[in-house]
Each structure stands twice: as structure tokens, then as C-alpha cells.
């Protein structure tokens, strides 16, 4: 079966966009993007500009030129922190080369942070508090998988990648839930070894066609969070076609996590305003 985060995210835009209508003050989404026209960073902030529209959230945009030192990057955060406009906002990824994204996130002010990449708000991760938020894309692949009755407790959930931004909240996330939870990588020697042994397989490698149908056992789930560009085409890490022939769950790729990423930055962004307005 196909996981449609695509369908989903469209029905959390319409609680959103509900949500939105009964409140009588403007929300404000900031982001900062460094890099021109054509970054894959571009195509994430018009998506998220127009969902924002639709929704009649407001989106401020604060565009930097690619050659910004880091620096001078980190002076417009201190700005931004400062600005009282500006409740909520993230900077866009990846960064140019030359800018360290770790030691420019830890400069966005963690009250500001709706992406939730701060150290500080990575930590409560851990501690698994529902009252808090949770990084996008994570929190997008947990509620399709909740929506989709892909069970966790008990389970064998192998996560294929260990970023900051998705693999390692996922890992915390799956034990909260818990899963029994296999986190491998590049250095893997025998990646099958483990997905074989697998209910789910969350992979976020960027490396086209990692995962084969060859490579899991019997009704496993797969999620596909990140995607690579190979002669003009947008490939998953996982070969779509042949797993879901063999009576997988499967989210395509291009475009069916995403939508969730960004409907999960939304909803967060609506939390953060209503914790706001309750304190
Ligand atoms: N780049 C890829 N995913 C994300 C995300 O969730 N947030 C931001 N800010 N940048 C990203």
C-alpha cells in the first residue's frame, strides 16, 4: 500500500487553515535562506511560502546572498532573536559549504525555533515530553505512520542514516514508541543483514535505489525521506516499483514525505502562537 503523505498533509492543512480562521491576531512564519534562485533550498521556501498562503499564515522572508560570511549570517540571527515581529522563524537547509549549519543553528533563539534543530530543543526530544514539538520531518514520518496503523511497539524499526534533522530524532522518537530500534549507516558493512530482520525501514541516505525489495523480509514498511537528483530525475533511496509489488508499505518518491515536513513546520508554528497566547 501506498503511505500518502501527500493526502495527508492536505487534511492538516484544512485543520490549520480552520484552526487559523478563529484567531483574531496575524501568525508570522520567518525564514532565512541564503543562496540564489535555483538551490534546492529556493524550491523548500516557495513550498513553504505557498502552503503558509493557503492557510493564511503570513511568511516573512529574510534572502541572503550565497557568499555571506558566517559571521555576518549569525549577526541577522541575533536580529531576528531580537525582533518582535518575528515570534517564529527558521533558517532553510542546507547552508552554503562554508557555513557551518551546526554553529549557526545553535544561534537561532530556541523560543524562536519552530523547526526544532536548537541543541536545546533536540535535548527535550530525548526526554519524550508530548507538550513539546518535535522536528519537522520526523514528526511528519511518526504521525503517517500513526495514521496508516503502522504499529511500533514490539516492532524492529531499522533507521538508514543518522542526521542531526532526521535520523537521530527518529531513533528517540521509535524507542519512545517502543519499537526496537537498529540505527546503521555508511559504514554498515551488510545493510540487508538488518533490513531483512525489519517491520519498518526509515532510510534518509540521499544515495538513489539503496533499498532493493531483495533486501526486506515479508510486509515490512518503508519510508523514503530524502531523494537524490540523477540526470534530471528525482530518485528515492529506496526502488519504489519493486517494493510495492512485493506487498510492501511504501512512500513514493518525489513528494510524499515532504508535504508532511511542511505541514509539520505549519503545525508547530500554530502551536508555538497558541502556547504563546495561553502563558
Ligand atoms: N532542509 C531539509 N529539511 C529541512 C527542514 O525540515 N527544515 C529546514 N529549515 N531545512 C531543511
Redesign the pocket.
Known amino acids: 500500500m501506498m503511505l500518502d503523505g501527500k493526502k495527508l498533509a492536505a487534511s492538516i492543512y484544512d485543520q490549520l487553515s480552520h484552526s487559523i480562521k478563529q484567531i483574531p491576531d496575524e501568525i508570522t512564519l520567518g525564514?532565512v535562506l541564503v543562496w540564489g534562485e535555483d538551490s534546492?533550498?529556493m524550491r523548500?521556501i516557495r513550498q513553504k511560502r505557498r502552503e503558509c498562503k493557503k492557510i493564511g499564515m503570513w511568511f516573512s522572508l529574510f534572502q541572503f546572498e550565497k557568499n555571506i560570511s558566517q559571521n555576518e549570517l549569525i549577526q541577522e540571527l541575533e536580529k531576528l532573536n531580537n525582533d518582535d515581529i518575528i515570534t517564529w522563524y527558521?533558517?532553510?537547509?542546507?547552508l552554503p559549504e562554508h557555513i557551518d549549519e551546526s554553529e549557526v543553528i545553535k544561534h537561532i533563539s530556541p523560543i524562536k525555533d519552530v523547526?526544532w534543530?536548537h541543541p536545546e530543543n533536540q535535548g527535550k526530544v530525548m526526554l519524550a515530553d508530548p507538550s513539546w514539538f518535535t522536528?519537522?520531518?520526523p514528526a511528519g514520518v511518526m504521525k503517517l505512520m500513526h495514521e496508516y496503523d503502522v504499529p511500533l511497539p514490539g516492532k524492529h524499526v531499522v533507521i538508514i542514516w543518522k542526521s542531526n534533522?532526521?535520523g537521530k530524532p527518529l531513533i528517540q522518537l521509535c524507542i519512545s514508541q517502543w519499537a526496537t530500534v537498529t540505527s546503521c549507516n555508511s559504514k554498515t558493512p551488510d545493510l540487508s543483514l538488518f533490513t531483512k530482520m525489519a517491520d519498518v525501514v526509515i532510510v534518509a541516505t540521499g544515495k538513489a535505489y539503496l533499498l532493493t525489495h531483495d533486501m526486506l523480509g515479508k510486509h515490512t514498511s518503508v519510508i523514503d525521506v530524502w531523494f537524490s537528483v540523477i540526470n534530471g530525475k528525482v530518485c528515492g533511496d529506496a526502488e519504489y516499483d519493486s517494493i510495492i509489488s512485493h506487498w510492501h508499505n511504501i512512500t513514493p518518491v518525489p513528494g510524499w514525505v515532504w508535504p508532511m515536513?511542511v505541514a509539520m513546520?505549519l503545525s508547530n508554528t500554530l502551536s508555538a502562537y497558541e502556547k504563546q497566547s495561553r502563558s
Open positions: 525564514a534546492p533550498s523548500y527558521i533558517v532553510q537547509l542546507p523547526d534543530f522536528p519537522c520531518t534533522i532526521v515536513t513546520l
